[in-house]
């Protein structure tokens, strides 16, 4: 296995002050404590009078005890001078009472109509003046909570965690109010003490910090100094004194929700199954409870995410699964413990644990009499599922269960309806904990299964699947260096049917008559493998960063039923350098330079890839960003280029990209990147994509990209033919996709938005000069295939648009309605010409498929 860092991913982390993924805070027993400043850096709380003392949340903190509340105003650039003065003036002050913490940030600027507030929905980033307030209540210098709020009143917040790592799916109830005035504008905060951990009652200290934003001068300043060049982030904060704490009385949250929805499609003739209109309704809740004053249990019943966007459409012509990042909001908020990376590439790191495993579309198929009819399930339906996040001492914990249910097709034939299992009854357990210390070092583990409940048509299908898995990063010098790895092992049990089928895979291919360390086992009932990864890092230092690493997955290695994997059988070395330069100069703010080598072998020592890679970025002081790159990369031996056929040796190719960002602050702002691959013997692959953004209010923005690729491929995979012998089919492929991207936010007040998603997208393909392999492993392109006449005909001409329209109202806090229509058309020909006019309008016009939801959710807090 092996984590090959990508340009773009490497740029973007290079480039972004603060990043990443989640858990919780964590409790007391033998609480982590990290060196930090705050012996410097204190802000001391004072205590409202308990029931004569009111702040009134109006952002004017103009009450009688924040004039006597202690102040902090030493504010130091994080960006783009480190270590500089704050250009302008901010002044932060923090109270508390027995149900609350409450902060008032004073934001001098001597030009205020220049303030920047743009009115999105929550969580949204824009380019505005932000006041961000982080608190780590727990005091262990590794986690904490963010709660920032813009000049136009839009809330963020998100969760730290691994002292760097950041987690913006979760999500608390808590409130601030923006005011403008002659000297700037204001912020006041109200957190309820419910929406933090922590272990200490009484007399108490917390990690605290605050950060401010200037748009205009793109500006990041903090108090205390959370300088980009040091180690960490958290363990950097100051300190937050004098509060005097009870217990946390408010442990229950309880959101229970109701839908109502309305679904459409085209009538067929004859089918008992389509109606004009489908209504339906659903109930359903969800629950968080602090079990322990760092331990959360959340749980979701019948959980529905129907205002979550669409997938976007693609067209898959390779030997690999295509990946899609989880939104539904259950499973993101507090992913990030449940990590354990295996693959990484070109910046998507994927591991033991998919959440999109769980609710999946059903991999069975009904049996259908010609003339009959079918209706099945597009997705499974979670019954329930549960997790346990958070701290306990140095640990950090997280622990899942899922259950999906039966999913059955209806068939009717005539009179007669049948039901067909298509998925079994599911569950998923997933159970992940990590050993914190104080340099920033750790050590962990995970363990996941998944089982099923099988009937007969579903035997397919393994009974159930185990992986496990250790990890560690051991930190150096000062947290500078890094000594990190895993190891994990899977275990998949089932049928002799299920088994082979497993191994007839693209991910295994044990079939492979060209290979000699594997075989095909039709009597096997498990699949049993290993893959391990180590690096030596520089993670830190002001100038040079750098990454090398090695891993291996064994031919038996499979996390899928759990996880994601695209292959097994596979051994890998990559190395990474970085050169930063972040001293600001008259035009340029920060600069990057990376350099990449990578290569992948079999386990029979066949070189499948191997490349170089060397890239630059730019960000320039008009708030502009560039930057290119090139790759060599060497021919490689493709194993799975058959699909459980001979492989076949693929010709080296050279590329080049680009990309151009302007000012994404102004009215109008643009971007353009282009990529373009060459293998000098007919390859060839051109892609661009230039995009723009119209703000003509600060409540309202409009985005319209353009995807444009071109793919010619001699040597496209077809099919394989068999008559007196077996004949592996390729053709030359020639690809033209479009797809157009609007996005439409507008945003009436913090609390009220609508979002508009729709993307029509075309794929042609015409296949000419079809040729079969005769010898993939010949030096010579000529020497490897040879004429076939080839009947089928592979062309294809896929329409489709998507498009997911959302109004959001939080009505009043954590509680929240939806409104939603979405409407997806599809169509496929089997012609491969493509005309853009002729082919998009098909997409509009296709058969459509619509549904108007409305959900209504109502927070409560015991």
Not at 559 to 583: E, P, Y
Not at 587 to 597: D, G, I, K, M
Not at 661 to 686: K, M
């Amino acid at each position: 296995m092996t984590c090959r860092p990508s340009w773009l991913s490497l740029a973007l982390v290079a480039a972004v002050p603060l990043a990443s993924t989640a858990a919780e805070p964590p409790r007391a027993s033998r609480p982590l404590v990290l060196r930090g400043p705050d012996t410097a850096s204190q802000l001391e709380a004072v205590a409202l009078t308990s029931g004569a003392e009111v702040i009134q949340l109006d952002g004017a903190p103009d009450e009688e005890i924040w004039s006597r509340a202690p102040s902090v105003n030493d504010f130091r650039q994080r960006d783009p001078a480190e270590g500089a003065a704050a250009t302008f003036p901010t002044d932060a002050r923090a109270a508390f009472d027995d149900r609350a913490l409450y902060v008032a940030v004073r934001a001098s600027d001597p030009e205020p109509q220049k303030i920047v507030g743009m009115l999105t929905r929550r969580d949204a980033e824009s380019p505005s003046d932000w006041i961000r307030v982080i608190v780590d209540s727990y005091r262990d210098r590794r986690t904490a909570y963010e709660f920032a709020v813009n000049a136009a009143g839009v809330k963020q917040d998100k969760y730290w965690f691994n002292d760097e790592s950041q987690d913006v799916g979760w999500d608390a109830v808590w409130d601030a109010v923006v005011r403008r005035n002659a000297q700037g504008w204001t912020a006041e905060f109200r957190i309820p003490l419910s929406q933090l951990r922590f272990n200490q009652q009484g007399a108490a200290t917390f990690g605290f910090a605050v950060v401010r934003q200037v748009a205009r001068l793109k500006e990041t300043v903090t108090w205390p100094l959370l300088a980009k060049s040091a180690n960490g982030y958290v363990s950097n904060f100051g300190a937050l004194t004098g509060l005097m704490l009870g217990s946390s009385a408010k442990r229950l949250e309880l959101m229970p929700y109701a839908v109502s929805s309305v679904s459409t499609q085209p009538a067929l003739a004859g089918n008992p199954f389509v109606s004009a209109a489908n209504p339906d309704a659903a109930f359903g809740a969800d629950l968080k409870y602090a079990l322990t004053p760092g331990l959360t249990l959340t749980a979701t019943i019948n959980p529905d995410f129907g205002q979550v966007e669409a997938d976007p459409a693609v067209v898959n012509l390779s030997a690999f699964e295509t990946f899609f990042s989880e939104r539904r909001p259950f499973f993101v908020e507090g992913s990030g413990i449940f990590k354990f990376d295996v693959d990484c590439n070109d910046g998507q790191c994927t591991g033991l644990f998919y959440s999109r495993r769980i609710g999946r579309a059903p991999r069975g198929t009904a049996e259908i009499p010609e003339g009959g009819f079918s209706s099945a399930p597009a997705q499974s339906t979670i019954l329930g599922a549960a997790k346990l996040t958070g701290r306990a001492g140095s640990f950090s914990i997280g622990a899942l269960s899922a259950v999906t249910a039966e999913e059955q097709a209806q068939v009717a034939f005539g009179a007669t309806r049948t039901r067909q299992t298509v998925e079994p009854l599911s569950g998923y357990t997933v159970i992940r904990a990590k050993r914190e210390f104080a340099n920033r070092s750790s050590i962990g583990f995970i363990t996941t299964a998944t089982n099923r409940r099988l009937t007969d048509r579903v035997s397919f299908l393994p009974n159930q699947a185990h992986t496990g898995g250790v990890d560690w990063d051991w930190r150096l010098k000062q947290s500078t260096y890094s000594m990190s790895g895993n190891w994990a092992g899977s275990s998949v049990r089932g049928s002799t049917g299920a088994i082979g089928r497993l191994q007839r895979s693209n991910v295994h291919l044990y079939q492979r008559p060209d290979a000699n360390h594997i075989d095909l086992d039709p009597t096997r009932t498990a699949l049993n493998g290993h893959a391990g990864f180590v690096s030596l890092s520089k993670v830190g230092g002001e100038r040079v960063r750098f990454s090398f690493n090695t891993g291996y997955k064994s031919p038996g290695f499979d996390i899928n039923d759990l996880g994601f994997l695209s292959r097994a059988d596979q051994q890998t070395f990559s190395g990474w350098v970085q050169l930063r330069f972040d001293k600001p100069g008259k035009h340029v703010r920060n600069v990057r330079l990376n350099f990449n080598t990578w290569r992948g072998w079999n386990f029979d020592g066949d070189l499948l890839y191997g490349g170089h890679n060397i890239n630059a970025h730019w960000v320039f002081q008009n708030n502009w960003s560039a930057g290119f790159g090139g790759n060599l990369n060497q021919g490689g031996f493709s194993d799975r280029a058959t699909r459980g056929g001979p492989g076949a040796q693929e010709n080296g190719e050279w590329s080049f990209w680009q990309y151009l960002n302007t000012d994404d602050r102004r009215l109008v702002s643009a971007g353009y990147g282009t990529f373009y691959l060459n293998d000098n013997r007919g390859r060839w692959l051109w892609d661009a994509g230039p995009g723009v953004t119209i703000r003509p209010t600060t409540a309202l923005s409009i985005n319209q990209s353009i995807g444009f690729t071109r793919n010619v491929d001699p040597s496209q995979w077809i099919d394989k033919v068999t008559d007196v012998r077996d004949h592996y089919v390729f053709g030359h492929l020639d690809q033209i996709t479009v797809r157009l991207t609007t996005r439409v936010n507008y945003t009436i007040t913090p609390d009220l938005s609508i979002q508009v998603y729709a993307q029509p997208f075309v794929s042609a393909g015409e296949y000419t000069r079809f040729k079969e392999l005769t010898d993939g492993r010949a030096d010579r392109y000529e020497d490897r295939f040879a004429a076939f006449g080839y009947a089928g005909r592979p062309d294809f001409n896929y329409q489709s648009f998507r498009t997911t329209n959302v109004l959001r109202w939080e009505y009043r806090p954590g509680s929240t309605l939806f409104v939603v229509w979405q409407q997806g058309r599809e169509e496929v020909a089997d012609r491969g010409d493509f005309r853009f006019g002729r082919d998009l309008s098909h997409a509009f016009t296709a058969p459509a498929y619509n549904v108007v939801l409305v959900k209504l959710s109502y927070w409560l807090n015991y």
